[in-house]
């Protein structure tokens, strides 16, 4: 079955710095990708829509210079949290819509920890 | 996306059925229904989607009300296994941006 992967599964990072989260489709081609953010015991929230060579679109209240969001390719998305603080601690998670194959399944990775210190 | 309603937790006993519903009155002609559900700690993962007809695949069976305003997740014999938070959402073909409510915590009992 389609497969989404994300790495680093976990990452702590001191405050100031930046931190890099990688999403991959691994075996089907993902024109669209999305990220989220979940906070312990909360829903997924969704920050943007990623959209392979062209810029993303953020969620209402989502920094969209401190959120970057690069889709090179068609199976890689990438999430970088610039200037992070004890703030942007929370579950990273991003899906991806394969662009074959049957209609609308959307696959979700196993999600980022962050940890900012 | 249509606005979808759960029951915030639901219990059932080991090897028996559970429906679970949801209700998304506002749904539009071309949006389409999914239920993901997320252990602690792990991505949310696909369990099943539908338009209009019922479906079943090794996982669930989705059973939709004719007017698509609702639709009812049926697990045939839970397993602890299947111990979850279980989400319904809708999205409109060719925008698959799912926006997740809170769900429904679903509660095994050995």
């Known amino acids: 079955g389609a497969v989404v992967s994300q790495h680093p599964s976990r990452v702590i990072c001191k405050s100031g710095t930046s931190v890099k989260i990688e999403c991959r489709s691994l075996?089907?081609?993902?024109?669209?990708m999305f990220w989220y953010r979940q906070f312990p015991k909360q829903s997924l929230m969704l920050m943007a829509t990623?959209?392979?060579?062209?810029?993303?679109?953020?969620e209402q209240g989502v920094e969209k210079d401190k959120f970057l969001i690069n889709h090179a390719s068609l199976t890689l998305s990438t999430l970088t949290v610039t200037s992070a603080h004890p703030e942007d601690s929370s579950f990273y998670i991003c899906?991806?819509?394969?662009?074959?194959?049957?209609?609308?399944?959307?696959?979700f990775g196993e999600g980022s920890w962050l940890t900012v210190v | 996306d249509a606005k979808t309603t759960q029951p915030n937790s639901m219990e059932s006993n080991e090897e028996e059925p559970v429906h679970l519903p949801c209700n998304h009155s506002?749904?539009?002609?071309?949006?389409?229904i999914h239920w993901y559900r997320q252990l602690p700690s792990q991505g949310p993962e696909y369990v099943i989607h539908?338009?209009?007809s019922n479906v079943n695949n090794r996982m669930a069976s989705l059973a939709i009300a004719e007017d698509r305003k609702s639709s009812t997740l049926i697990l045939h014999r839970a397993t602890l296994r299947d111990a979850a938070v279980y989400y319904c959402?809708?999205?409109?073909?060719?925008?698959?941006?799912?926006?997740f409510g809170t769900g429904t915590r679903l509660t095994i009992i050995p």
């Open positions: 506002t749904i539009s002609g071309t949006d389409y």
């Open positions: 959402m809708t999205s409109n073909f060719g925008n698959e941006k799912l926006t």
């Open positions: 899906s991806a819509r394969r662009d074959r194959g049957p209609g609308n399944t959307i696959y």
């Open positions: 075996d089907f081609q993902a024109t669209t």
């Open positions: 990623s959209n392979e060579g062209s810029k993303a679109t953020y």
């Open positions: 539908g338009l209009t």
